[in-house]
């Protein structure tokens, strides 16, 4: 791109009332990576990968919120999460200097929280694209169904084990998790199409109680369940998981399907510190849940 185009772009892009956050980003970064080492640049698009939440929201309407959720669900340690900071402080300075925005949410984003985090440790490790894929191959075997129940509702492990069948709306596609180990897990969680037949199929299985049960028609406990159930699953797969990786993947799934950190929190029963407005909208319709679980 020659002076006179990137003068032009840069124009064109300003002008713009209401730019999203990919395109401050791009015109941020077409004048600031001439000017710094390759390395630093390789930070910089390290960093911007992992606001995929954020690429297409108007840059103005971005709150303090979207920037800490998108620190919060990304598992990146300290040093990377301080570079991540560092971006966003380099685009609102940008923005405020060309009036794309008039207030700097940057500086209240908190990575403190996470600065003993140990990259080295396994913390949560979210299935892959292809690791889900594969689960999909097995969509017709009983307790492979499980890890894609897991996977597409966002549940801990021992709220789906002990879900019973009387808080199950097949109908409306949803049910309610009645105990928890937060207050906010006390919620309504939609069951997206894809796993809906699935939950049909358990439902149907048996005269047990609970959704889902053992071979002799009673409930599972933890350490029977991951014994002589996820444990073999896994090995069969060749996958190295723990149940709760597939709590983490549905966020991550969530986010990269660019659906709002509070529906996230809503359908997970996420235990983070909501705004004001998140506290608000405490009963959203299950229809917008079950539109927003749907899109991953």
């Given amino acids: 791109m020659n002076t006179s185009d990137q003068l032009q772009y840069y124009r064109a892009i300003v002008s713009c009332e209401v730019p999203p956050f990919h395109e401050v980003y791009e015109q941020w970064s077409a004048i600031k990576y001439p000017t710094v080492s390759k390395s630093n640049v390789h930070g910089y698009e390290a960093s911007y990968k992992v606001c995929g939440m954020l690429y297409d929201r108007v840059f103005k309407d971005i709150r303090l919120a979207d920037l800490q959720h998108v620190v919060d669900i990304c598992g990146k340690n300290y040093p990377t999460l301080k570079k991540l900071k560092g971006l966003f402080n380099q685009l609102y300075e940008y923005a405020m200097k060309n009036d794309i925005c008039n207030k700097d949410y940057s500086e209240y984003v908190d990575i403190q929280r996470y600065k003993d985090r140990n990259p080295d440790k396994r913390d949560h490790n979210k299935f892959t694209r292809d690791e889900v894929d594969r689960l999909w191959e097995f969509k017709d075997q009983s307790y492979y ?5 897991l996977i597409y509702t966002g549940c801990r492990i021992s709220e789906l084990l002990a879900l019973k069948k009387e808080n199950v709306n097949l109908k409306e596609q949803y049910f309610d998790v009645i105990a928890s180990k937060t207050a906010n897990g006390i919620r309504r969680v939609p069951i997206a199409d894809k796993i809906l037949p699935m939950f049909k199929a358990w439902y149907k299985g048996s005269n047990c109680e609970y959704v889902l049960y053992c071979p002799s028609g009673t409930g599972f406990d933890y350490r029977n369940y991951y014994d002589s159930y ?37 359908i997970v029963g996420h235990s983070g510190a909501m705004t004001l407005t998140e506290r608000v909208y405490t009963h959203l319709d299950v229809k917008v849940l079950l539109e927003a679980i749907n899109k991953i």
């Fill in 145 to 149: 169904q499980i890890v894609l129940m």
């Fill in 230 to 266: 996820w444990t073999p699953v896994m090995e069969s797969l060749g996958f190295d998981h723990k149940p709760h990786d597939t709590r983490h993947t549905c966020v991550s799934m969530l986010a990269e399907a660019q659906v709002e950190p509070t529906m996230i929190k809503k």
